[in-house]
């Protein structure tokens, strides 16, 4: 869909809600679809291309793949997409391995798994090399591992165990996957904490604060008389989220209370965490929904607002960056009254960014 942000005013800005470091999906679609509304706008408006910035989504996933691979320095040793059974999501995992193929090596061969597969056909050698079957593995890439609905059984964390172990370079790594947890993000709001990360850069330490929101532990909304009030008085005006990534799991509403008092009961208090709720520009467009209406009607009118992500990558050997890069865009819009905007749910749509 189409959409113009006319609504900005002077208090509108940007704000960091998470950074997501595993199976990050729709980098290829992303671009398909700004592909689509540039084929749109050229019949209709073409003196408006220009507001549409590129979009290297996908090209920055499969360059950075392709460099992995190539760093691992064998040009016989393959790739493994680990993915969860019964996978349904498989348009963008086969746009990524027909984009790494394209790139004319021959001898590149790239296997999708699950972890019963890795349990079945991996072994280490006595060098730490990972091998699946008569195949030494380069490169992993997770589309899987971020749910604990992943790990239902004790052979599956054998083979997460092996696989981490390996000299095979995983996209991402352990350390990099526990980057992406919401009590990492809780870290960075901690001014001493940046001082350490920021480095010789400290001049950009405000403005890197100033676009994180307001986050809040468990035990500071037990023990903070203030907080607590805040959320009696006004429970809509906070997110309560998992500290995981995998997309949902976030409640926000009248019974805000209660779901607290019911994870403290539970003593899962360290899994969760409270975020102010932001209230995005709200914009009216029209929507291709898989899901008629009353009319029976596909294209729906919407009162929508967007989830704005922004593609990055890096590759590290021993603590030290040996590669990075920025490039690319996913814009989720979805329903303003959803307070999810998953695609794979059906509660959002994929967009484009279209410059005002």
């Known amino acids: 869909m189409l959409q113009q942000l006319n609504t900005f005013s002077e208090k509108t800005k940007l704000r960091l809600i998470e950074l997501n470091t595993i199976a990050v999906g729709l980098g290829a679609a992303a671009k398909l679809i700004q592909e689509w509304h540039k084929r749109f706008l050229k019949r209709i408006r073409p003196e408006l291309l220009s507001k ?12 950075t793949l392709f460099e992995s691979w190539k760093i691992y320095n064998n040009s016989r040793a393959i790739i493994l997409f680990v993915v969860p059974e019964n996978e349904f999501n498989i348009g963008d995992q086969m746009l990524i391995e027909k984009g790494l193929l394209s790139y004319g090596n021959s001898s590149l061969l790239i296997k999708h798994v699950t972890f019963f597969d890795i349990c079945r056909y991996g072994f280490l050698d006595s060098k730490g090399i990972l091998y699946f079957g008569d195949f030494e593995v380069a490169l992993i890439y997770y589309r899987s591992a971020y749910d ?3 790990f239902y059984h004790e052979d599956i964390w054998q083979a997460y165990i092996m696989l981490e172990s390996s000299r095979a370079i995983k996209c991402p790594s352990l350390r990099y996957h ?5 009590c990492f993000q809780l ?3 901690e001014k001493n904490f940046l001082e350490k990360i920021f480095q010789g850069h400290e001049q950009y330490i ?4 100033d676009i994180i929101e307001e986050m809040f532990t468990i035990d500071q909304a037990i023990n903070d008389p203030i907080l607590q009030q805040r959320i009696l008085d006004k429970p809509k005006s906070f997110y309560l989220k998992q500290s995981r990534e995998g997309g949902g799991n976030v409640y926000c509403g009248p019974l805000l209370k209660e779901h607290i008092d019911k994870i403290i009961a539970n003593k899962e208090s360290n ?6 709720r932001i209230y995005p520009p709200i914009n009216t467009s029209l929507i291709r929904s898989s899901r008629a209406n009353d009319n029976n ?3 729906l ?10 593609f990055g990558s890096l590759i590290s050997q021993n603590g030290t960056v040996i590669y990075e890069r920025v490039g690319g865009s996913l814009l989720r819009s979805k329903p303003a009254t959803n307070i999810e905007g998953g695609i794979a749910s059906g509660q959002g749509y994929i967009d484009s960014v279209f410059l005002v």
């Open 271 to 276: 899994r969760y965490f409270l975020m102010s």
């Open 52 to 63: 549409l910035p590129k979009n290297e989504s996908y090209d920055l996933i499969i360059d």
């Open 187 to 189: 870290a960075l709001i």
């Open 297 to 299: 009607e596909f294209i």
């Open 178 to 182: 526990l980057a992406g947890m919401k």
């Open 301 to 310: 009118e919407k009162q929508i607002n967007g989830e704005l992500g922004i």
């Open 206 to 209: 405000d403005d890197f604060q």
């Open 148 to 150: 604990p609905k992943h």
